[in-house]
């Protein structure tokens, strides 16, 4: 395609804690963008109704401005292409849908829940994939209206060619073919009227000019249908390039089994945003083959998206830690890092919360020091018989310990009231006094068997923190193997869910 102006995005959905791979998306994007003198815009993709959350949405924000990756265009920065959240595009998705309708490219599809499941159940078990079988894709235009009008529910699907491949490019790989006979007739609407992802993301990125989209080759698999979405609306499709997946030390997908994963948490233990956003521009390029320490400026100013390497980048917080060392020793004068660290966590508000719930234990001026030590430090001193729960082995306190995880990762607010209602509800399913439920967990985020109120703890220490601690004391515990994991999970699916 001829590009005028470089215009990229990031466009994340508000459904969890802002993700590193969120960040490395963000900082190709951002860097291109200036590279070129273009624009670099936000969107917010929160059509999924259910997941979506503005605490989520903020966290994101945050995140990105803590990192430095400022955007042109977006939510409360305005711009000539909004809204730049898609809860607020649904008007625009409508006409879009209705057009492809009435062109003869998509369809409304009558096909009840129950209907589907079964029919990936048939699949399954013929080993013919799970693919929808296009039962609605030929009913006439006045069936359809009026079964619409009778108040029927329906979805809209995209008819998607029945033979042939599709053929398109991505700037690192070349070209890149898929046969349409293994793609579903994608459902663009859903039920609740809303657009699903690659209906809103093709439309946004037309709309909004997008010249390049970035993104994790985890989404190469959508490409054909939004190519096709192109295609439909007489649309030229824009550069795409995406990037190599991350990934763990034993070069399995990026996790948060395995690795800390969200932006916050390394903001909370102490990594600086300009080692950071270094760290993550190392995982796909280089500045130099004997330069592993640069800034964002001199990355923009040497950078070329040929440039970006395939190979499986591995995501090493040994590795983060050791390149934010660097930082503190050669970027900051004293009183620089003196800003630094009244900022990070020793300022009047941080202690304030935290002198709150510790002043109650304290004898002296003195004692703030080993009583407060676990709010400013990544891990806590811990030994496998500390935490083990009364009269459990180390795999059954493990197993609690995981239980509680998932219940605390069901938390919208992550407040000390939503905390204590989860360990009342794992004490109460599980029948175990919440005084011997909690022992592990005082251990596991101070290190201490007495130490602050714990829910309290867990709130000041924020979400991720909190469940990384965790993570760490399952560690020492020894972990659960791939099979008990497995076994505990439909356990706890059994017993946890929808209660």
Known sequence: MTVQEVRTRLAPSPTGDPHVGTAYQALFGYVWARKNNGSFILRIEDT????????????????????????????????????YRQSERLDIYQEHINRLVAEGYAYPCFCTKERLAELRKECQKSGAGSGYDRKCRNISPEEATGRIEAGENFVVRMKVPLEGKCVFEDLLRGKIEKD???????????????????????????????????????????????????????????????????????????????????????????????????????????LSDDKEKFSVEEMI?????????????????????????????ENFKT????????????????????????????????????????????????????????D??????????????????????????RIYESFKKVADKLDIKMKHLTQPFYVAMSGKKVSTPLFDTMEILGSDMSRMRIRYAMNELGGLSKKAMKKLEKRYQEEFSNN
């Open 392 to 417: 459990m082995s180390h795999t059954q306190t493990c197993e609690i310990l995981q239980i509680v995880l998932w219940e605390l990762e069901g938390i919208q607010s992550f407040c000390k009231e």
């Open 48 to 83: 999924d109704r259910e997941r979506s959350k503005p605490e989520y949405e903020k966290s994101i924000i945050d995140s990105l401005r803590w990192l430095g990756l400022e955007w042109d265009e977006g939510p409360e920065t305005g711009g000539q292409f909004g809204p």
């Open 301 to 329: 100013e040497n950078f070329r998206l040929e440039d970006i390497s395939l190979g499986g980048p591995v995501f090493d917080p040994d590795k983060l830690l050791w390149l934010n060392g660097k930082y503190i020793r």
């Open 180 to 286: 349409w006979e293994s793609i579903d007739d994608q459902v663009i609407m859903k039920a609740d009227g809303y657009p699903t992802y690659h209906l809103a993301v093709v439309v946004d990125d037309h709309l909004m000019k997008i010249s390049h989209i970035i993104r994790g080759e985890e989404w190469i698999n959508s490409v054909p249908k939004h190519v096709l979405l192109y295609q439909y609306f007489g649309w030229e499709p824009p550069v795409y390039c995406h990037l190599p997946l991350l990934r763990n030390k034993d070069k399995s997908k990026l996790s948060k089994r395995k690795n800390p994963v969200s932006i916050e948490w390394y903001r909370k233990n102490g990594i600086l945003p300009e080692a950071l956003l270094n760290f993550i521009g190392m995982l796909g390029w280089h």
């Open 335 to 390: 009183e620089q890092l003196l800003d630094r660290l009244v900022e990070w966590g020793l300022n009047r508000d941080h202690f304030k919360k935290i002198l709150e719930i510790s002043k109650g234990r304290m004898n002296a001026l003195s004692d703030w020091g080993e009583m407060t030590s676990h709010f400013f430090c990544g891990k806590v001193p811990l030994t496998a018989e500390g935490l083990l729960m009364k």
